[in-house]
Nanobody, 125 residues
Framework: QAQLVESGGGSVQAGGSLRLSCAASAGTDTSYCMGWFRQAPGKEREWVATVNLGGRATNYADFVKGRFTISQDNAQLTLQMNSLKPEDTAMYYC????????????????????WGQGTQVTVSS
């Protein structure tokens, strides 16, 4: 059964760093599309960074460029977050291609419909 499990969230002060990890189960297709997304209270889920083709192509939302780094090692997806800002506060989700769990999102040529349970990131000023 396809499953994603995130870890590594927490609370930090502005300017600090956190490292998020996502472990994909054996039944998850990680060969094409994986990514990190976030959702703040009262807002829609937005994409943060994605990798395609097993990590060979990466994309970053403008608001994290130069601060966040996404990487993939087979079934493990990582997001290194540096220079964190209070506006980065949100629930962070690992997503993968396939599945039909809402919200289904089309991002950077991939259809994301498989989600982890999320991990909370809180950045204080």
């Amino acid at each position: 059964q396809a499953q994603l499990v995130e870890s590594g969230g927490g609370s930090v002060q502005a300017g600090g760093s956190l490292r998020l990890s996502c472990a994909a189960s054996a039944g998850t297709d990680t060969s094409y599309c994986m990514g990190w997304f976030r959702q703040a209270p009262g807002k829609e889920r937005e994409w943060v960074a994605t990798v395609n083709l097993g990590g060979r192509a990466t994309n970053y939302a403008d608001f994290v460029k130069g601060r966040f780094t996404i990487s993939q090692d087979n079934a493990q997806l990582t997001l290194q977050m540096n220079s964190l800002k209070p506006e980065d506060t949100a629930m962070y989700y690992c997503g993968a291609g396939g599945g039909s769990s809402r919200p289904v999102m089309m991002v950077n040529g991939c259809r994301y419909g498989l989600w982890g349970q999320g991990t909370q990131v809180t950045v204080s000023s």
